[in-house]
T-cell receptor
Framework: KQEVTQIPAALSVPEGENLVLNCSFT??????LQWFRQDPGKGLTSLLL?????REQTSGRLNASLDKSSGRSTLYIAASQPGDSATYLC???????FGKGTRLHILP | NAGVTQTPKFQVLKTGQSMTLQCAQD?????MSWYRQDPGMGLRLIHY???????DQGEVPNGYNVSRSTTEDFPLRLLSAAPSQTSVYFC?????????????FGDGTRLSIL
């Protein structure tokens, strides 16, 4: 059974810092990996989708990498801003299996 | 550009009552799914559908029924609500091009069972 783990569960960093969020999974036979953002009381917004044949995807200040052989993905956020404060979730495949997320707080 | 629309946004029920959570999407997506989100448990898949007339169970299907009579709609039914079903429910949709298209989520329905 596929399991998805996100570490750390919570993270606070000063504004302007670069940061990395981690996602690990147990079964490397995946079709894709998605990173989502969830604001309090809101739904999920897709940030980046990496297909299994890809190694990374970039959107603005966000860069997501995928290493299937090691069962890991990272979400890199450059020059963090207070507006980046949210919970970030990674998920695998079309019957989405979610990690429990990392709650990110950017300190002004 | 409506995307995925869930109604109602909030609902309070008494134990044993029934209700239907509505989900509609206007993107002509084949794939639709329902999740529940609970503190400490993350999001868990309840039921999903790969097209009209086709549904299947996810990780936590007990106590819930679904049907998919049209591409646009995927309602979730609670036949006899229980306090354990207190949760936030999310509906999602995506194109059937597996691996290539992101999931789109609704804003959720916050359900409390007394």
């Amino acid at each position: 059974k596929q399991e998805v783990t996100q570490i750390p569960a919570a993270l606070s960093v000063p504004e302007g810092e670069n940061l990395v969020l981690n996602c690990s999974f147990t079964d490397s036979a995946i079709y894709n990996l998605q990173w989502f953002r969830q604001d309090p009381g809101k739904g999920l917004t897709s940030l980046l989708l990496i297909q299994s044949s890809q190694r990374e995807q970039t959107s603005g200040r966000l860069n997501a990498s995928l290493d299937k052989s090691s069962g890991r993905s990272t979400l890199y956020i450059a020059a963090s801003q207070p507006g980046d404060s949210a919970t970030y979730l990674c998920a695998l495949d079309d019957k989405i299996i979610f990690g429990k997320g990392t709650r990110l707080h950017i300190l002004p | 550009n409506a995307g995925v629309t869930q109604t109602p946004k909030f609902q309070v029920l008494k134990t044993g009552q029934s209700m239907t959570l509505q989900c509609a999407q206007d993107m002509n997506h084949e794939y639709m799914s329902w999740y529940r989100q609970d503190p400490g448990m993350g999001l868990r898949l309840i039921h999903y559908s790969v097209g009209a007339g086709i549904t299947d169970q996810g990780e936590v299907p007990n106590g819930y029924n679904v049907s998919r009579s049209t591409t646009e709609d995927f309602p979730l039914r609670l036949l006899s609500a229980a306090p354990s079903q207190t949760s936030v429910y999310f509906c999602a949709s995506s194109s059937r091009d597996r691996g290539n298209q992101p999931q789109h989520f609704g804003d959720g329905t916050r359900l409390s069972i007394l």
